[in-house]
């Protein structure tokens, strides 16, 4: 989860709690939270359309995202009771996500076994569709005739 997201949850300004992870930034090692490339954050800017306008409405600094664990570390580091009834929230939703991804394993293989399938396919169609366009785009060659045409000499083509 990207911070801003979390300090709306939160009920926070980004910038505090950005400010509260780095006084303790000793229990956010890089698997727990880590801040996004320039491109990522370009990406995830534009699948919102349009910015805000007015000064200091678009961010400045590179996003921080957050993984599960650094979310569960974060009821350390905000101690509102709003943070903790967050927490708790967001790591039940977690648990109920790898509950889902499991049940749903088998299917997952399912649908991978069919795109593979698709993607071989796929190439097979262009295979032939490059041999037929082939053939189609050869340039006859002017055949001889064959047989017997009735009025005409030996000596006429």
Known sequence: MLDKDLAEMYGVETKVLNQAVKRNISRFPEDFMFQLSEDEAETSRSQIV???QGRGSNIKYLPFAFT???VAMLSSVLRSERA???NIQI???????KQVLLDNKDLWLKVDKIEQSLIKKDEEVK???????ELLTQEE???NEIGFLVGRNKNDK
């Open 84 to 86: 903790i009834q967050v």
């Open 127 to 133: 295979a032939i569709f490059k041999i037929l366009k």
């Open 50 to 52: 349009t910015l805000k």
């Open 91 to 97: 790591i039940r939703v977690y648990i109920k996500m």
């Open 68 to 70: 599960e664990q650094g």
């Open 141 to 143: 060659k002017p055949r």
